[in-house]
């Protein structure tokens, strides 16, 4: 299908963020929204978000990618993950400015960003919002990163050749590995009440409340190779406040093999770009043809 590829400027509370809206000739009802995570643009890493817009475009599905304030061409002083609501909403505003057709939009994040669309959501409850896709969400805690080492990263490094080869030549610092494996052995088993009063834990607890009001459909995609979607499952599957949210019937999720934190390979973005596509003709049936 061919699209046609436009930039945007426009405005979020008195600053001007810009974006690039990928539009196919013939646009459905539901658009994608790329929320961007920090610290990066538009663009993404290894061009990844680019590429993403313009495989959707292409099966027919209307995408706009934007820096929000302080990022990339975006004016304003740099914004952390949890204050790009206003952001996230100007963009909305913007695509459907652009695209008169789209009445449903997805969002669509990775890393933190993933973390800042369900807070958009839990934030504003906005009826636009019809569904999102969340790639390895960031859940970040000392407790739970610790636990997330001691569990996927220690055990694999001892089956690997290349420690024991390092370790023969006498490269490896085993004083500072001990320390390190103590040191999370230590944080893994501390108290959690300081984590849960800490601001990394409200954010993870308001994350927590807008998957439980989101009624709409939930994709998921987890790299097969990633410490910060380990930590993900292990945070949700150990708080309270993300009991059972994993498994509710709206939200769908995939382990995309041998992938990395920002799939950096040609096969592994096109996995996460092909389920996507997926997902979405699934979901949104009528409003897509």
Sequence with gaps: MNYVERALAFDCCGERLVGVVSEPAVAGKVAVVVVVG????RVGSHRQFVLF????????IAVLRFDYRGMGDATGPIRPFEETSEDIAAAIEAL??????????VLWGLCDAASGALLYWEKT????????VLLNPWVRSDVTIAKTYLKHYYGKRLFEKEF????????VNLKGALNSVVGNLKTANANTAATKA????????????GMNSFAGPVLILLSQHDLTAKEFLEF????????????????????????D???STAGSREDAENRTVDWLHRMFPSELQ
């Design 38 to 41: 920090g610290p990066q643009y």
């Design 53 to 60: 817009a313009r495989a959707l475009a292409a099966e027919g």
């Design 96 to 105: 459907q400015a652009s695209c008169p057709t789209v009445e449903t939009i």
């Design 125 to 132: 409850v906005d009826a636009r919002v019809g569904g999102i």
């Design 164 to 171: 024991w080869a390092k370790l023969v030549r006498g490269a």
């Design 198 to 209: 800490s601001k990394s834990a409200k954010f993870q607890d308001l994350m927590a409340a």
């Design 236 to 259: 949700a599957g150990s708080n309270s406040s993300w009991a059972g949210l994993l498994t509710r019937a709206n939200i769908e999720r995939h382990s995309i093999p041998h992938a």
């Design 261 to 263: 934190h920002t799939f």
